[in-house]
């Protein structure tokens, strides 16, 4: 079945350094998600990306959709301890158009000051 | 702002005991969905519906069963709770449009123990 990997599964960072989150689908996905939990907290939904070769930014957060859209990446500039949480990407499960997601397992990101 | 609410954040319950958690969302939002979050796992779906009285079993709905009388309510049953449910349960509703998913809200979960 469809299958969605999260690599690294974790990130250790040092404050104000950049790093990168990826996200490989098994199949070809129309759309992908990605979301942000916290610590103790649950999942909250940044962005979706819907064209091939996609690129959006939130502030130091840079979204990337793949130009066989089976990839994305997650880049995060000069990282503050508030980016601290596991990012997860989501896409749409192939077989049916009731918008269930297909949840990758996680990148958990630890910023050290 | 836009809201889905879960009744409980943590529950204890016995082993055997039915136990329900509910959750209620303000966007009239067609499809909700339960899901649980264990360490190493990663988000796994339990049930989903994309209608009222509509439901559709997820992943892993052995030893659940949902309820959904209410377009804004959604309702997980634990039939007989078993120590292997103890979890953090996620509820989350989203909208479709021409068959493609939009992004989730979900609720802030109930950490479930069975004892």
């Known amino acids: 079945g469809q299958q969605v990997m999260q690599i690294p599964q974790y990130q250790h960072v040092q404050e104000g350094e950049d790093f990168t989150t990826y996200c490989n689908s098994s199949?070809?996905?129309?759309?992908i998600q990605w979301y942000k939990q916290r610590p103790g907290g649950h999942p909250v939904f940044l962005i979706q990306?819907?064209?091939?070769?996609e690129v959006k930014k939130q502030k130091r957060l840079t979204f990337q959709f793949g130009e066989a859209k089976k990839n994305s990446s997650l880049h995060i500039t000069a990282t503050q301890t508030t980016d601290v949480g596991t990012y997860f990407c989501?896409?749409?499960?192939?077989?049916?158009?009731?918008?269930?997601?297909?949840f990758g397992a996680g990148t958990q990101v630890v910023v050290t000051p | 702002d836009v809201k889905v609410t879960q009744s409980s954040r943590y529950l204890v319950k016995r082993t055997g005991e039915k136990v329900f958690l509910e959750c209620v969302q303000d966007?009239?939002?067609?499809?909700m969905f339960w899901y649980r979050q264990d360490p190493g796992l990663g988000l796994r779906l339990i049930y989903f519906?994309?209608?009222?009285?509509?439901?559709e079993k997820g992943d892993i709905p052995e030893g659940y069963s949902v309820s959904r009388e209410k377009k804004e309510r959604f309702s997980l049953i634990l039939e007989s709770a078993s120590t292997n449910q103890t979890s953090m349960y996620l509820c989350a509703s989203s909208q479709t449009s021409g068959g493609e998913a939009y992004g989730y809200t979900f609720g802030s979960g109930t950490r479930l123990t069975v004892v």
């Open positions: 966007m009239d939002h067609e499809n």
């Open positions: 989501a896409g749409p499960k192939t077989t049916d158009s009731w918008g269930k997601l297909q």
């Open positions: 519906s994309y209608d009222v009285k509509m439901k």
């Open positions: 199949t070809t996905l129309s759309n």
């Open positions: 990306l819907v064209k091939s070769g």
